[in-house]
Protein backbone atom coordinates (compact mmCIF):
# COMPACT_ATOMS: atom_id res chain seq x y z
CA UNK A 1 0.00 0.00 0.00
CA UNK A 2 1.34 3.28 -0.76
CA UNK A 3 2.26 5.74 2.00
CA UNK A 4 -0.28 9.28 1.54
CA UNK A 5 0.81 12.65 3.25
CA UNK A 6 -2.72 13.77 3.13
CA UNK A 7 -3.94 17.67 3.77
CA UNK A 8 -7.10 17.44 1.57
CA UNK A 9 -10.54 18.07 2.09
CA UNK A 10 -12.31 14.81 2.37
CA UNK A 11 -12.66 13.09 5.48
CA UNK A 12 -15.37 10.40 5.37
CA UNK A 13 -13.76 7.04 5.02
CA UNK A 14 -10.02 8.34 3.67
CA UNK A 15 -8.12 8.65 6.74
CA UNK A 16 -7.98 5.40 7.18
CA UNK A 17 -5.50 5.34 4.61
CA UNK A 18 -3.52 8.42 4.45
CA UNK A 19 -1.36 10.22 7.34
CA UNK A 20 -2.51 13.59 8.06
CA UNK A 21 -0.48 16.50 7.62
CA UNK A 22 -1.07 18.02 10.94
CA UNK A 23 -0.56 15.06 12.50
CA UNK A 24 2.68 14.72 10.60
CA UNK A 25 4.08 18.58 11.11
CA UNK A 26 3.28 17.52 15.06
CA UNK A 27 5.68 14.57 14.79
CA UNK A 28 8.40 15.92 13.05
CA UNK A 29 8.31 19.68 14.04
CA UNK A 30 6.79 19.00 17.66
CA UNK A 31 3.66 21.05 18.45
CA UNK A 32 5.09 24.94 18.60
CA UNK A 33 6.39 24.98 15.81
CA UNK A 34 3.80 22.44 13.83
CA UNK A 35 0.97 25.42 14.78
CA UNK A 36 2.86 28.30 12.66
CA UNK A 37 3.57 26.38 10.04
CA UNK A 38 0.23 25.38 9.44
CA UNK A 39 -1.24 28.68 10.30
CA UNK A 40 0.73 29.56 7.00
CA UNK A 41 0.18 28.64 3.84
CA UNK A 42 3.48 29.57 2.30
CA UNK A 43 5.36 27.61 5.15
CA UNK A 44 3.05 24.86 4.48
CA UNK A 45 4.27 24.27 1.11
CA UNK A 46 7.76 24.39 1.85
CA UNK A 47 7.16 21.49 4.69
CA UNK A 48 4.67 19.31 2.34
CA UNK A 49 7.47 19.35 0.06
CA UNK A 50 10.15 18.24 2.83
CA UNK A 51 7.94 16.11 4.17
CA UNK A 52 7.22 14.71 0.40
CA UNK A 53 10.41 12.70 0.04
CA UNK A 54 9.15 10.09 2.84
CA UNK A 55 5.83 9.32 0.94
CA UNK A 56 4.72 7.94 -2.41
CA UNK A 57 1.68 10.25 -2.70
CA UNK A 58 1.06 13.78 -1.59
CA UNK A 59 -2.47 15.52 -1.25
CA UNK A 60 -2.50 18.99 -0.78
CA UNK A 61 -4.83 21.51 -0.57
CA UNK A 62 -5.11 23.46 -3.80
CA UNK A 63 -5.87 26.60 -3.13
CA UNK A 64 -4.16 27.22 -0.24
CA UNK A 65 -0.81 26.27 -1.51
CA UNK A 66 -1.41 23.84 -4.37
CA UNK A 67 0.22 26.07 -6.93
CA UNK A 68 3.07 27.03 -5.00
CA UNK A 69 4.34 23.37 -4.30
CA UNK A 70 3.69 22.24 -7.75
CA UNK A 71 6.56 24.40 -8.17
CA UNK A 72 8.43 23.26 -5.37
CA UNK A 73 8.42 19.87 -6.42
CA UNK A 74 9.05 20.45 -10.08
CA UNK A 75 12.51 21.98 -8.86
CA UNK A 76 12.78 18.82 -6.35
CA UNK A 77 12.18 16.59 -8.86
CA UNK A 78 9.46 14.86 -7.68
CA UNK A 79 6.41 13.52 -9.48
CA UNK A 80 4.30 12.98 -6.47
CA UNK A 81 1.05 15.22 -6.18
CA UNK A 82 -2.43 14.14 -6.43
CA UNK A 83 -5.22 17.24 -6.47
CA UNK A 84 -8.18 15.51 -4.82
CA UNK A 85 -11.56 18.39 -5.74
CA UNK A 86 -9.78 20.43 -7.44
CA UNK A 87 -11.61 23.87 -8.53
CA UNK A 88 -9.34 25.77 -10.50
CA UNK A 89 -9.55 29.60 -10.56
CA UNK A 90 -10.83 30.87 -14.00
CA UNK A 91 -10.00 34.41 -15.26
CA UNK A 92 -13.18 34.61 -17.62
CA UNK A 93 -14.73 36.82 -15.84
CA UNK A 94 -12.06 38.81 -14.80
CA UNK A 95 -10.79 42.23 -16.15
CA UNK A 96 -8.65 41.62 -19.78
CA UNK A 97 -5.39 42.45 -17.70
CA UNK A 98 -6.18 39.79 -14.85
CA UNK A 99 -6.86 37.43 -17.34
CA UNK A 100 -3.61 37.33 -19.68
CA UNK A 101 -1.48 37.72 -16.49
CA UNK A 102 -2.59 34.37 -15.37
CA UNK A 103 -2.95 32.82 -18.63
CA UNK A 104 0.59 34.03 -19.09
CA UNK A 105 1.51 32.41 -15.57
CA UNK A 106 -0.18 29.34 -16.44
CA UNK A 107 1.81 28.98 -19.18
CA UNK A 108 5.33 29.72 -18.36
CA UNK A 109 5.20 28.33 -14.26
CA UNK A 110 2.27 26.97 -13.12
CA UNK A 111 1.80 24.55 -16.01
CA UNK A 112 5.51 23.12 -16.82
CA UNK A 113 5.44 22.23 -13.05
CA UNK A 114 2.21 20.55 -12.80
CA UNK A 115 3.92 18.41 -15.73
CA UNK A 116 7.06 17.68 -13.66
CA UNK A 117 5.08 17.19 -10.03
CA UNK A 118 1.52 16.12 -10.94
CA UNK A 119 0.17 12.61 -10.88
CA UNK A 120 -3.14 12.63 -10.73
CA UNK A 121 -5.96 15.43 -10.92
CA UNK A 122 -9.50 14.92 -9.73
CA UNK A 123 -12.47 16.76 -11.95
CA UNK A 124 -16.09 16.96 -10.91
CA UNK A 125 -17.58 17.45 -14.41
CA UNK A 126 -16.98 15.84 -17.41
CA UNK A 127 -16.07 18.90 -19.53
CA UNK A 128 -13.15 19.49 -16.98
CA UNK A 129 -11.27 16.55 -18.15
CA UNK A 130 -10.21 17.71 -21.49
CA UNK A 131 -10.04 21.62 -20.41
CA UNK A 132 -7.11 20.79 -17.46
CA UNK A 133 -5.18 18.03 -19.62
CA UNK A 134 -5.11 20.51 -22.17
CA UNK A 135 -4.12 23.79 -20.25
CA UNK A 136 -1.39 21.94 -18.38
CA UNK A 137 -0.89 19.31 -20.79
CA UNK A 138 -1.33 16.64 -18.55
CA UNK A 139 -1.33 12.83 -19.68
CA UNK A 140 -4.51 11.84 -20.03
CA UNK A 141 -4.75 8.98 -17.63
CA UNK A 142 -3.51 11.98 -15.05
CA UNK A 143 -6.76 13.77 -15.26
CA UNK A 144 -9.94 11.87 -13.86
CA UNK A 145 -13.47 12.52 -13.65
CA UNK A 146 -14.80 11.45 -10.71
CA UNK A 147 -18.75 12.51 -10.47
CA UNK A 148 -19.50 14.40 -6.27
CA UNK A 149 -22.68 12.45 -4.66
CA UNK A 150 -25.06 15.55 -4.43
CA UNK A 151 -26.93 13.87 -1.85
CA UNK A 152 -26.14 11.67 1.42
CA UNK A 153 -23.44 13.35 3.41
CA UNK A 154 -25.10 13.98 5.74
CA UNK A 155 -29.06 14.19 7.74
CA UNK A 156 -30.94 16.92 6.61
CA UNK A 157 -31.48 19.68 9.62
CA UNK A 158 -35.28 20.36 8.89
CA UNK A 159 -38.32 18.02 9.21
CA UNK A 160 -40.77 20.39 8.07
CA UNK A 161 -41.96 19.97 4.72
CA UNK A 162 -44.63 22.31 4.38
CA UNK A 163 -45.14 23.11 0.97
CA UNK A 164 -46.41 26.61 1.60
CA UNK A 165 -46.62 28.26 -1.71
CA UNK A 166 -43.54 30.01 -1.79
CA UNK A 167 -40.24 30.18 -3.75
CA UNK A 168 -36.91 29.74 -2.26
CA UNK A 169 -33.74 30.80 -3.01
CA UNK A 170 -30.26 31.21 -1.66
CA UNK A 171 -26.58 30.59 -2.56
CA UNK A 172 -22.69 32.31 -1.92
CA UNK A 173 -21.28 31.62 -5.09
CA UNK A 174 -22.08 32.33 -9.11
CA UNK A 175 -25.70 33.69 -7.55
CA UNK A 176 -27.73 35.71 -10.70
CA UNK A 177 -29.70 37.76 -8.43
CA UNK A 178 -30.99 39.71 -11.53
CA UNK A 179 -32.81 36.85 -13.45
CA UNK A 180 -34.38 35.53 -10.45
CA UNK A 181 -35.76 38.58 -9.11
CA UNK A 182 -36.58 39.47 -12.53
CA UNK A 183 -38.58 36.28 -12.85
CA UNK A 184 -39.78 36.49 -9.64
CA UNK A 185 -41.18 40.57 -10.76
CA UNK A 186 -43.12 37.85 -13.23
CA UNK A 187 -44.74 35.63 -11.19
CA UNK A 188 -45.72 37.35 -8.16
CA UNK A 189 -44.80 34.54 -6.37
CA UNK A 190 -43.76 34.63 -2.32
CA UNK A 191 -40.18 34.42 -2.39
CA UNK A 192 -37.69 33.82 0.28
CA UNK A 193 -33.98 34.57 -0.74
CA UNK A 194 -30.62 33.76 1.41
CA UNK A 195 -27.44 35.64 -0.18
CA UNK A 196 -23.85 36.35 1.43
CA UNK A 197 -23.37 39.91 3.12
CA UNK A 198 -21.48 40.49 -0.15
CA UNK A 199 -24.61 40.00 -2.34
CA UNK A 200 -27.00 41.69 0.66
CA UNK A 201 -26.83 45.43 -0.96
CA UNK A 202 -27.33 44.05 -4.27
CA UNK A 203 -30.23 42.30 -3.68
CA UNK A 204 -32.09 44.45 -1.38
CA UNK A 205 -31.59 46.98 -4.55
CA UNK A 206 -33.30 44.48 -6.41
CA UNK A 207 -35.89 43.27 -4.03
CA UNK A 208 -37.49 47.00 -3.80
CA UNK A 209 -39.88 46.01 -6.32
CA UNK A 210 -40.40 42.30 -5.30
CA UNK A 211 -40.78 42.65 -1.54
CA UNK A 212 -39.07 39.05 -0.92
CA UNK A 213 -38.34 38.17 2.27
CA UNK A 214 -34.53 38.09 2.67
CA UNK A 215 -32.05 36.91 5.14
CA UNK A 216 -28.53 36.78 5.28
CA UNK A 217 -25.43 34.59 6.81
CA UNK A 218 -27.77 32.47 8.68
CA UNK A 219 -27.15 28.86 10.21
CA UNK A 220 -27.31 25.87 8.10
CA UNK A 221 -30.62 24.79 10.21
CA UNK A 222 -32.47 27.46 9.48
CA UNK A 223 -31.70 27.91 5.69
CA UNK A 224 -32.94 23.89 5.47
CA UNK A 225 -36.21 25.05 7.51
CA UNK A 226 -36.98 27.87 5.20
CA UNK A 227 -36.05 25.48 2.01
CA UNK A 228 -37.97 22.54 3.26
CA UNK A 229 -40.97 25.05 4.19
CA UNK A 230 -40.89 26.29 0.32
CA UNK A 231 -43.17 24.64 -2.87
CA UNK A 232 -40.12 25.27 -5.41
CA UNK A 233 -36.27 26.26 -4.90
CA UNK A 234 -34.61 27.99 -7.92
CA UNK A 235 -31.12 27.75 -8.11
CA UNK A 236 -30.13 30.93 -10.34
CA UNK A 237 -26.18 30.31 -11.79
CA UNK A 238 -24.25 32.71 -13.33
CA UNK A 239 -21.30 30.88 -15.92
CA UNK A 240 -18.41 30.84 -13.85
CA UNK A 241 -16.74 28.04 -15.60
CA UNK A 242 -16.50 25.58 -12.90
CA UNK A 243 -18.17 24.14 -10.66
CA UNK A 244 -20.91 25.31 -8.74
CA UNK A 245 -24.70 24.90 -7.37
CA UNK A 246 -23.81 21.40 -6.46
CA UNK A 247 -24.95 21.28 -3.08
CA UNK A 248 -27.71 23.72 -3.39
CA UNK A 249 -28.69 20.86 -5.63
CA UNK A 250 -28.36 17.81 -3.12
CA UNK A 251 -30.30 19.74 -0.70
CA UNK A 252 -33.01 20.57 -2.72
CA UNK A 253 -33.90 16.50 -3.31
CA UNK A 254 -32.03 15.56 0.30
CA UNK A 255 -35.36 18.40 1.80
CA UNK A 256 -37.63 16.78 -1.14
CA UNK A 257 -38.17 20.50 -3.04
CA UNK A 258 -38.30 20.73 -6.53
CA UNK A 259 -35.69 22.76 -7.98
CA UNK A 260 -35.29 24.89 -11.17
CA UNK A 261 -32.16 25.41 -11.85
CA UNK A 262 -29.87 26.99 -14.48
CA UNK A 263 -27.81 24.94 -17.01
CA UNK A 264 -24.34 26.21 -16.33
CA UNK A 265 -21.47 24.69 -17.15
CA UNK A 266 -20.76 23.95 -13.53
CA UNK A 267 -24.17 21.24 -13.30
CA UNK A 268 -22.66 19.10 -16.49
CA UNK A 269 -23.63 15.81 -15.45
CA UNK A 270 -25.71 16.66 -12.18
CA UNK A 271 -28.32 18.67 -13.57
CA UNK A 272 -30.70 16.28 -15.41
CA UNK A 273 -33.93 17.55 -16.61
CA UNK A 274 -36.95 16.78 -15.31
CA UNK A 275 -34.72 13.76 -13.22
CA UNK A 276 -32.65 15.69 -10.45
CA UNK A 277 -34.51 19.25 -11.77
CA UNK A 278 -35.95 21.59 -14.03
CA UNK A 279 -33.41 22.95 -16.47
CA UNK A 280 -33.64 26.37 -17.56
CA UNK A 281 -30.98 28.65 -19.88
CA UNK A 282 -28.92 31.16 -18.24
CA UNK A 283 -30.38 34.71 -18.51
CA UNK A 284 -33.45 33.36 -19.17
CA UNK A 285 -36.12 34.84 -16.11
CA UNK A 286 -38.79 33.82 -19.41
CA UNK A 287 -38.17 30.45 -19.14
CA UNK A 288 -37.59 30.64 -14.99
CA UNK A 289 -41.04 32.08 -14.42
CA UNK A 290 -43.04 29.27 -16.63
CA UNK A 291 -41.48 26.47 -15.04
CA UNK A 292 -41.09 27.30 -11.67
CA UNK A 293 -45.63 28.61 -12.14
CA UNK A 294 -45.84 24.83 -13.40
CA UNK A 295 -44.15 23.49 -10.46
CA UNK A 296 -46.42 25.35 -7.95
CA UNK A 297 -49.92 24.58 -10.45
CA UNK A 298 -49.08 20.94 -11.09
CA UNK A 299 -48.65 18.76 -7.31
CA UNK A 300 -48.07 16.22 -9.58
CA UNK A 301 -45.39 17.18 -11.67
CA UNK A 302 -43.32 18.74 -8.81
CA UNK A 303 -43.74 15.39 -6.76
CA UNK A 304 -42.61 13.41 -9.63
CA UNK A 305 -39.59 15.71 -9.87
CA UNK A 306 -38.70 15.48 -5.82
CA UNK A 307 -39.15 10.99 -6.60
CA UNK A 308 -36.54 11.17 -9.79
CA UNK A 309 -33.96 13.24 -8.06
CA UNK A 310 -34.60 11.02 -4.82
CA UNK A 311 -34.34 7.82 -7.44
CA UNK A 312 -30.84 9.27 -9.03
CA UNK A 313 -29.01 9.70 -5.98
CA UNK A 314 -29.54 6.62 -4.72
CA UNK A 315 -28.12 4.88 -7.48
CA UNK A 316 -24.47 6.86 -6.42
CA UNK A 317 -23.48 7.59 -3.50
CA UNK A 318 -20.55 8.67 -1.11
CA UNK A 319 -19.41 5.49 -0.13
CA UNK A 320 -19.20 4.89 -4.22
CA UNK A 321 -17.48 8.20 -4.25
CA UNK A 322 -14.68 7.70 -1.97
CA UNK A 323 -13.56 4.16 -3.26
CA UNK A 324 -12.88 5.85 -6.68
CA UNK A 325 -11.10 9.28 -4.66
CA UNK A 326 -9.16 6.19 -2.55
CA UNK A 327 -8.36 4.10 -6.19
CA UNK A 328 -7.03 7.51 -7.61
CA UNK A 329 -4.56 8.60 -4.63
CA UNK A 330 -3.18 5.00 -4.45
CA UNK A 331 -2.83 5.55 -8.39
CA UNK A 332 -4.46 2.35 -9.19
CA UNK A 333 -7.61 1.82 -11.46
CA UNK A 334 -10.64 3.88 -11.30
CA UNK A 335 -12.88 0.45 -10.20
CA UNK A 336 -16.38 2.17 -10.70
CA UNK A 337 -16.11 2.98 -14.81
CA UNK A 338 -19.60 1.92 -15.08
CA UNK A 339 -20.86 4.29 -12.23
CA UNK A 340 -21.26 7.80 -13.88
Known sequence: MKKILYD???EHGILDVVDRLP??????????????VLRNNILKAF??????????????????YGRLLS??????????????????????NKNALVAFIYNLYIKLILAPSMRRSVLGLHVMTPWEKDRYRQLYRLPE???????????????????????????????????DWDTLFAAARLGKWPLTVVCSKKDLPHVLELNKTVGAKVYSEIAVSEHDQLMAQASVCVICLK??????????????????????????KGMDGYLIDGVTGCSVPPNDPEAI????????????????????GRNFVASY????????????????????????
Open 47 to 64: AVAYLAKDYDIVAPDWYG
Open 23 to 36: GVCALRFGKTLSKI
Open 239 to 264: ESNKSSGHIRLGSCITLGVPSVVTAV
Open 289 to 308: FRIVTGLLDDKNFAQKVVEN
Open 8 to 10: ASI
Open 141 to 175: NAVRYIRWPIAGWSEPSSTMQAGNGSVFSAGRAAC
Open 71 to 92: LLMAILHQKKIVFVEFIDYNPA
Open 317 to 340: NKDHYIRRVKAMLMQEPDPSETII
